[in-house]
Structures are given as C-alpha cells and as structure tokens.
C-alpha cells in the first residue's frame, strides 16, 4: 500500500447496518475486537429492532451496529464517518447517523424496483432522492460478488447469503487497515465445530478485502492511532458479560458459591446465558418458570449461604417487588440485576432508558430500604457487579444493581483484571463466640447494625427468619408498634451506614467552575465528552458522576451546595434531579432530559448546558 494515500485518524465511528438477518451485529463486534487487540479503544452501540423478524427489506426490519474506534473514546459516537447499508431501507434509515461527508458503502445488488419499494422510495434512484453525494458512495455488488465466491462450495442458496456480512466486513478491514488474519481466528473459534461455514467465511472475507484493495485503489485508506496500553491481557466485553464475570469474581473472594436465579427477559437474558456457561467454576443458574419464582429461589439460596443473584429488567423487577420486601425484612443478602429499557409496561424492550430509578428507590410496600448502585460504562459493569456482592453479603441487604440496554449490548475495551486488584469480601457471619454468648437472629453488630449471617447446619444455630417482624431484642415474632418502629429505624440506618464503606464523590473537569454538570449510570460517557466540549467551547463546567445512589457517598451533598448552577442529565423526565432536589432543599436544581429509546447525543448535552447558562445570564 503507498502510504501517501493513507490518512492517519484519531478517531473513527463505523455504522453496519441492514435486515436482522443480515448479520450486522456479529460483524460489527469481530470489528470491535480485533480493534480493542490491535490497542484502539472502542465503545459500540447496537441498535436493535424491536420486531423478532420484521418483513425483509422493510424500514422496521433494520438493525444497526456503531463503534467508535480511536485515541480518547468515551461513546459511540454521535455521527459515523462510514455507513454499510446493505439494503435501501438501511440507507433510509440510518442516513441521519452518517457525518455530511461520510463515506457509504451499499450493496448495489438491492437497489431493484421492489427492494425500493418495500423501503417506501418514491423514484429509482434512492442516491439522489436522499440527497447524497454519489462520490461518497461505494457502490458494491456484494450479492454478486458472494455468489461468484461460493459457487462451487456446495452450499445452498440460503447457506451463501448468511456470509454476505463478511463480504462487507472484508471491505471495512481493507478501509481501515484491520489485521484480516486477527478477524479469521475470531471465525475459527466461532465456527470451530462447523469447518465448512469457516472456510466459506473466511473465502468471503478476503474476497471483501481484495475488492477493495484492487476495485478502489484511488480511494484512500485509513490508519486509526493506537496508545499504549496498560500492560495485561485485554478483549472487547459487553456490559452484560462483564456483570456476569463480577459477580463469578465476587463469589471467589467471598468463598461464597454463586447462584443465579432467573427469568429471561431482553435485554438482560445474556446474563443468565454467561453464567449458565460457568458449571466449571462452580456457579448454579436455574431459569425458572417466573420472575417471582427466580426471585424466590435466589432469597432460598442466599439462606442457604450462597450469594445468591437474580437479573431482569423494569417490568420484571416489578414483579420481583414484593419478595424484595421479603429480603428486607429477613435482611439477607441479595443481588438484583435490572438492565434497564424503555417502558411503561412492555414498551420499547430493546431500546435504552433511565426509567427505572423510583422504582429501585422506593418500589415496594412498607418501609423497604435497601441499597441502590449503578453502572457506568460496559467496563464498569464487571466493577459495580462486585460491588454489588460485596455490599450485600457484608451489609446483609438486597442490593439493586441498575444497568441499562446502551452499556448492557454495548462494549468497550477492557483490561483484564488480576484477582490480587480487588479486596476480599468478608460476609458477616455468625461466630462461635456470639454463639455461646446467646446469640438470636436479629442481634446486630453495634458500628454497621448489620446482622450476623448463621448458616443452617451451624450446630446450635438453629433459627428462623421471614416475612413478619420480629422483637429486636428477642428475633421472636411481635406486633407491638414501638418495636416495629425500633426496626424500621434500623434497617434504615444500616443502609445509611454502607456510606461509610463507599468511595467518597470525586469531581472531574474545570475545577473553578461555579456550574457542576452530574449524571449517573450509563451516561457516563457522553457526560465526560461533553464536558470536555464545553471546556474547548469556553463554558467549562466541572462534572460529577454517581454510581452510589443509595445511601450516596458521605461527602456527595456537600460537594454539590458548593456550586452555583447544578445541572443533572438523565434519560429519563429528571428522576435522579428530583431525588437530589429533596436532598439539596435550598438549591434549583436544572435538567437535561431525553426519552426517545437512545442514548444521549454528546451536543444534545452540550446544547443543553449552553441553553440554561444562557438563560441564567
């Protein structure tokens, strides 16, 4: 390759998009990982319909696949400089994610009279009724192309068309200058047990290659710029796999075998596939018949010993409510996973919300404290996973662990951690000295209030615990009003005092600045970049992101009355602002809010920061 005709980037975004069916997501994540190999960092975004298979061809049908490649990457990008729209409704549809200037690749051979008109073209020519640039457009014969490829392969027509993904994946390697023999041992180890549909892949992805290379020798190529990385082993992971793998790596540091009892439900399911996967390491994964019964069944384990888990997303967390309250008042622990999705109701399950926050916070009966975290990034996943565990099995409480669809499906480059990097969790056990000395169930440890765990079969532990209150001096069953609430009173400063054990609130960006913008979750990201925008736009505002929601960090409120402007970005209608607002009594809280299913936009913050410092001015 003449290296004049290669340009050197800092970052790049890439959108694969087409029919369901076409493969876009597997193509777009080898993409990713054989990025996050060669020492890019990456976030990618997966965009799912919400049909299980609508009509081929149709404008519902199509799924997307963004990842941001590149030096300095927080999101998947706002806008992608290269679009794969392997039909005319892909064009369509995700036209509006493509920079002005941004190249396009298409499958020429999907550009007939009815293709165009299940994607509702109004004329033959989609190029110009779009309004595109045809110079930016590659047009490609792919079809063609795939069948001249695999004629003498032997496999069926519909065999052959499953490969066309890695024709278009071929050409995006040969654009960006990807290892091509790193993406044939992704295909090696995914098709290990199906040698034919390597080979015909692993043909179709160098045929990709060598049409670029040898059809588009004028059009440059690109070099994205690597850093170096912290030494260690590192893969692309999603948000969903890395909260498996927390919650594997919190069951080694607490001795305590892990079990996961659960119900699938999208976009969480993946969780309980990972870790059904994992027999080898001692977890147990039960899909059970319900929500409830996956409920249930984890609060039996947790009795048991076990650190005990179930995952779900809003409308099974829902269901999940009542035996929550059951946990609470038995005050054992627990681990709640909700990916959070668009709601009400069934409402848009494959699409990302904040929605679920009050009901985490205050979504059962009765007074029900218990605490509530979330995760940041893919990444982080695997970090507040553990956390999670940790809190629940030294606290003795059920802890909710909010993810959402855009950091559960998305991932991110991530170093593999040494065991040595995180602590040991020390559940609070029963010991035989406060055995002998006339232990009851609901004795507590006198700095935390936390009870002592008794494991059944403990010799001379025998007890029980459950659903009704009980005497705090006596763990026998009362009714008495001021002993209930000497027990509401406790349980609510026992959450209080896990502050004690969480990190302290850090603050990022312009130090001086009087505006503070804050976030929580999944936001991370866009949060981060849009900070850094500002400040190059001469509106610096520091930034702080939570993860402890509830109890907050101990220093979180007096961090926040020092600023003059506070401004809190969520996808939802302004749950955390309102939160915050009940907290910080004497401060006006401002909002950035969104709910179309979809991540924030990096300007659609930075325009919103703009708009309210102006309006204060």
């Avoid at 996050?36 to 049909?51: K, L, V, W």
């Amino acid at each position: 390759m003449d290296n004049t005709r290669v340009k050197t980037l800092r970052q790049v975004v890439i959108r694969f998009s087409g029919d369901s069916g076409d493969g876009m997501q597997l193509a777009g994540n080898i993409f990713s990982n054989v990025s996050a190999g060669e020492g890019n960092q990456i976030s990618t975004f997966p965009d799912y319909p919400a049909e299980i298979r609508a009509p081929q061809g149709s404008l519902s049908g199509v799924s997307g696949f963004q990842v941001h490649v590149g030096v300095g990457v927080n999101t998947p990008g706002d806008e992608a400089d290269v679009l794969i729209a392997m039909n005319p409704a892909a064009l369509k549809t995700n036209l509006q994610y493509l920079k002005k200037d941004g190249i396009i690749i298409c499958d020429a051979d999907t550009f007939k009279p009815v293709d165009l008109k299940k994607a509702l073209y109004r004329t033959d020519d989609p190029i110009a009724e779009l309004g595109i640039n045809p110079d930016r457009v590659m047009l490609v014969s792919m079809t063609t192309l795939l069948k001249e490829t695999l004629k003498d392969s032997g496999m069926d027509p519909k065999s052959i068309m499953k490969c066309k993904n890695m024709l278009a994946l071929g050409i995006v390697c040969w654009l960006f200058e990807r290892d091509v023999d790193a993406v044939l041992r992704k295909l090696q180890a995914k098709f290990a047990k199906k040698p034919a549909v390597y080979e015909a892949n692993a043909k179709v992805l160098q045929a990709g290659w060598d049409y670029g290379h040898n059809t588009h020798a004028s059009m440059s190529t690109y070099r994205i710029e690597t850093e170096d990385p912290r030494p260690g082993v590192y893969t692309d992971v999603n948000g969903n796999t890395a909260t498996a793998w927390g919650l594997i790596m919190a069951s080694e540091k607490s001795g305590c075998p892990l079990f996961l009892g659960s119900y699938p439900i999208t976009p969480a399911t993946d969780i309980l596939h990972e870790l059904a996967k994992r027999k080898d390491l001692g977890v147990k994964a039960c899909q059970m018949e319900d929500e409830i019964a996956g409920i249930c069944s984890a609060i039996g384990a947790s009795f048991t010993g076990r650190l005990a888990v179930t995952s779900t997303s809003g409308p099974g967390l829902a269901l999940k409510s009542e035996a929550l309250g059951l946990a609470v008042i038995a005050e054992l622990p627990l681990v709640v996973i909700d990916v959070q999705r668009g709601g009400p109701s069934t409402g848009l399950p494959t699409k990302t919300e904040q929605t679920d926050l009050f009901q985490a916070l205050y979504g059962r009966n009765g007074e029900s404290p218990l605490c509530v975290l979330a995760a940041a990034s893919p990444a982080d996943c695997f970090t507040m996973a553990f956390e999670a565990s940790r809190i629940a099995l030294e606290h003795m409480t059920p802890v909710i662990l909010l993810t959402d669809a855009f950091i559960a499906n998305g991932s991110t480059a991530w170093r593999i951690p040494e065991e040595s990097e995180f602590p040991a969790i020390k559940p609070n056990y029963l010991s035989s000295e406060l055995l002998s000395k006339g232990w009851h169930p609901y004795m507590r440890d006198p700095e935390t209030l936390v009870r002592y765990w008794a494991i059944p079969g403990t010799v001379g532990a025998q007890h029980r615990v459950g659903g009704l209150e009980k005497d705090f001096n006596t763990s026998v069953i009362s009714t008495d009003g001021a002993n209930h609430e000497r027990m509401v009173m406790a349980r609510r400063e026992k959450i209080a005092r896990i502050a004690d054990s969480i990190p302290p609130l850090q603050v990022q960006g312009n130090a001086t600045s009087n505006t503070i913008l804050v976030g929580w979750g999944g936001t991370y990201g866009h949060l981060l970049s849009a900070a850094s925008e500002l400040e190059k736009e001469g509106a610096p505002v520091a930034l702080a992101h939570f993860r402890y929601i509830n109890p907050l960090p101990a220093n979180a409120l007096d961090v926040l009355r020092k600023y003059e402007n506070i401004i809190v970005a969520e996808l939802n209608t302004g749950m955390f602002a309102d939160y915050l607002q009940s907290k910080l009594p004497g401060k006006f809280i401002r909002r950035i809010n969104k709910i179309e299913g979809q991540p924030f936009l990096v300007h659609e913050i930075t325009e919103g920061v703009h708009d309210i410092l102006n309006s204060e001015k």
